[in-house]
């Protein structure tokens, strides 16, 4: 999780990403998922994390995959597609309608591995406002 914060310039505590695990881990079912994909010696090589959400247009849960990451060395030899496998599949299993996310409009890279897994590409822009003073 640190070396995907790295990557867009962010720099949470370790305290507040462990945080949001143990959410995951407390309470799957309602909150969302955190997966870690492992190479065949154990260490982690990336992850992806699903959130549980509603969809009023579709009246549907979601689930929404706000993170995948995988580490640099391990690009391009199909993690990212496992991962988004086994996102799709989680989302089957908790009733989720469809699994939705974005990426920054210059990662080029992960744009070919959504396509290259049939992802359709939206055309929303997205807005945010800081809740914290």
Known sequence: MRAYCDFYEVSPADEELIAVSQALIADPDRE???LVARDDAGAAVGFATVYWS???LSAARI???HDLF???DTR???VADQLI???LDECRQHGAARLAWQTA???ERA???YERVGATREEWVDYWLSVRP
């Open 32 to 34: 969302g998922i955190q």
């Open 54 to 56: 509603w969809d009023t």
């Open 63 to 65: 689930g929404i995959m």
């Open 70 to 72: 995988v580490a640099p």
């Open 76 to 78: 391009g030899k199909g």
């Open 85 to 87: 496998a086994v996102c």
């Open 105 to 107: 409009q210059d990662n």
């Open 111 to 113: 744009q070919r591995v």
